[in-house]
Every structure is written in C-alpha cells, then in structure tokens.
C-alpha cells in the first residue's frame, strides 16, 4: 500500500502530474520513433498537447512566483535581475502557448508569415526561460559544492549536492531540448532528428521525478 500511497500523494498535484504525463509522453514518443509506429506517436502527441492545454491556467502560479521573488534584492543585482527575468520569460512563454494553442484549434487564424512569428516565439520564450533557469542552477550548484567541501557539513549536505546537481544537469538538457524545437538556423534548431529530441525530452523529464522524490527526502530529512 505505500507504493500506491506514494504515486497518490505524486497524482494529486497538478505540477506533479505533469511531471508523470511528461514522461509517458516522451517514452511513447522515443518507443515510436523507434519502432516506427505511428499510433505510437499519435498517443505521445495526444498527451503532449493535453500537457500544453493545462498550462492554459498557470498565468496565476506563474504571477504569484513573480510577486514573491519580487525583484530578487536579497540575490544581489546580477542575480536578482535573472531571477526577475527568469520570472518574465516563463508569464511570456505561457501567452505565447495560448497564442499558439488559439491557432492550433482555429479560433485565432493569421497569415502564414505572422503565424510563423507567433511559433517562433512559443519555442524561442520556453529557450530562453530554459537557459535562465540553468545559469541561476550554476549559482547553487557551486554554493553547494562549498558547502561539501566544509569540515563543519551536515549530514544531508552531500544529497543537497547532488539535488543540486541534478538540477543544473535536468535544466541543461532542458535547454538543449527547447532549442531543438526552434526553426532551421536558429543554433542547433531544426536539425535534430526525432528519435535523439525524444530522448533529450525523457531525460529531464525522468529527472523531474527524481527531484521530486530528493525533494520530499530532504524536507523529512530536515
């Protein structure tokens, strides 16, 4: 019964859900693509685009992370700034997604030139909220590697290291990930083959439910 108990206590949030439904999606995705069956894919795009029609409702967890981070004084000016801008990108990233999910059902039509514009911008905001979110990681990852190195350590010290570490190594892969879904001639955009782009998608997303579970470890732990 604690297994069953453990993955309600996982299903029951909705970030965490999504965390799951990620998962399969990319496993589907990465089974499909190599096995070359199309009803695989077909379900893997299925819960994808269930994922993306939930994000719909994050305007309110993304506005409240904003207001409590507030401009990141305490973080210095450096990293108060991508803290803030990290905050940004992430509200600008979730109306480019309600941007994209309007044309996808057809409510919003634009010509081709403007709708390739909004797209863009989907891909290009979820980039950059990547790739700030994996610089501010290098911050903890290196205050915690300080923390390892001190005679005075606890004894969670080590597992707030390597939570740290996996942070930085799920929000790299992340970014990399992102970057694939940009157009031809953006980086490395547009050049990766499917099969590799699923499983720079499994990993994190894999990753994703290792924190969690370290996460919850550390907070009994404390």
Not at 39 to 57: G, K
Not at 69 to 92: H, I, Q, S, T
Not at 174 to 202: E, I
């Amino acid at each position: 019964m604690s297994v069953i108990d453990g993955v309600c206590d996982l299903l029951q949030t909705h970030a965490n859900r999504d965390k799951v439904v990620s998962v399969v999606s990319y496993a589907l995705k990465l089974w499909g693509s190599s096995a070359n069956r199309a009803e695989l894919l077909a379900a893997s795009a299925r819960l994808a685009s269930t994922r993306s029609s939930l994000r719909l409702f994050d305007d309110a967890a993304a506005i409240k992370a904003i207001a409590a981070y507030g401009f990141g004084k305490k973080e210095g000016l450096w990293w108060g700034l991508l803290g803030v801008a990290n905050g940004l990108l992430v509200l600008g990233y979730l109306q480019a997604e309600k941007v994209v999910w309007l044309l996808d059902v057809g409510i919003l039509k634009l010509p081709p030139t403007q709708e390739k514009h909004a797209r863009t911008a989907h891909k290009l905001f979820w980039s950059l909220y990547a790739f700030v979110a994996f610089i501010r990681s290098l911050r903890a990852l290196h205050s915690a590697t300080l923390i390892l190195k001190c005679p005075s350590r606890t004894k969670c010290t080590r597992a707030r290291y390597y939570y740290a570490a996996l942070t930085t190594t799920k929000l790299l892969l992340d970014t990399v990930h992102a970057v694939c879904w940009l157009p031809t001639g953006w980086l490395w955009g547009g050049q990766v083959p499917s099969k590799p782009m699923a499983v720079l998608g499994l990993v994190p997303a894999v990753l994703a439910l290792v924190l969690h579970h370290s996460a919850n470890r550390l907070s009994v732990a404390r």
